[in-house]
């Protein structure tokens, strides 16, 4: 019994070392992607980032218009402001399509600090303030950041001319 519990004892061992291992080539594999992802989106002009505080957040501008479209991701879509490019295209000239990416989403800084809903649209009006880029705005959230546009027209109404 002693040399069995002894054999089960080694392989759970063996099966956490390998665990662990696994785990920080795919923590390395990452940082690697998330460099290459940047690199990638800095060649193509699709890296602004601009302060929001204590981090970075990245801000795409596209077109001088006199309405403002703030285009927010939702989850899953790092390769946003590339796809808004096509969508903007498609545009009038009247129209600024700026992305937004929030806090620790894409190439975009995060922080150490709890991201709640009231601390990712403060981030985005502070660095689309550091842009430039003044309200009113027509709020296009996507999915999951439907829950902040919802929240920044609920609170800064006077920000907010139109959701789509």
Not at 30 to 41: F, G, H, I, M, V
């Amino acid at each position: 019994m002693k040399k069995a519990g002894k054999i089960i004892g080694r392989i759970i061992l063996i099966l956490l070392i390998l665990f662990l291992i696994a785990l920080i080539i795919c923590f390395f594999y990452q940082k690697s992607a998330q460099k290459k992802d940047r690199e990638l989106l800095e060649k193509d002009g699709f890296a602004n980032l601009v302060s929001a505080g204590d981090f970075d957040i990245n801000v795409n501008i596209l077109g001088d218009g006199k309405y403002t479209i703030i285009a927010m991701p939702g989850s899953g879509d790092s390769a946003f402001p590339v796809s808004m490019k096509q969508f903007y295209e498609h545009l009038s000239d009247d129209i600024t399509l700026v992305t937004v990416l929030r806090p620790g989403y894409g190439i975009s800084g995060g922080t150490k600090k709890d991201m709640t809903t009231e601390k990712i649209v403060e981030s985005t009006r502070t660095a689309l303030k550091n842009a430039g880029i003044e309200a009113p705005y027509i709020l296009m959230p996507h999915s999951l950041s439907g829950i902040y546009g919802t929240y920044w027209e609920s609170t800064y109404p006077d920000e907010i001319s139109g959701v789509i």
